[in-house]
């Protein structure tokens, strides 16, 4: 089993940067497949990005050039940067690890842009 925590949001300018990170504890992180999903209020959560247990990657077009994916696999951690902010990024950012067939889910890490 997986238990997931993530840190690094809060309230931030349009135009600004956060860098969330998603710790995982336990065993075979390196071969998890981890995402970033986030959900605005009165919205369904909606998924952000992807890293596979390489290199790869994937994004929702909506954060497509502003926003990147990465792990560190001898930490444990996968890492959302996430720059160029708009207000409508303002969620709460969950991220999840699958590994077939289970996924585990974090609490989650509330970002809001505002001004």
């Known amino acids: 089993q997986v238990q997931l925590v993530e840190s690094g949001g809060g309230l931030v300018q349009p135009g600004g940067s956060l860098r969330l990170s998603c710790a995982a504890s336990?065993?075979?992180?390196?071969?998890?497949?981890m995402s970033w999903y986030r959900q605005a209020p009165g919205k369904q959560r909606e998924w952000v990005a992807i890293i596979y247990s390489g290199t790869s990657t994937n994004y929702a077009d909506s954060v497509k050039g502003r926003f990147t994916i990465s792990r560190d696999n001898a930490k444990n951690t996968v890492y959302l940067q996430m720059n160029s902010l708009k207000p409508e990024d303002t969620a709460a950012y969950y991220c999840s690890a699958y590994q077939r067939p289970y996924t585990y889910w974090g609490q989650g890490t509330q970002v809001t842009v505002s001004s």
């Open positions: 336990g065993s075979g992180f390196s071969n998890y497949v």
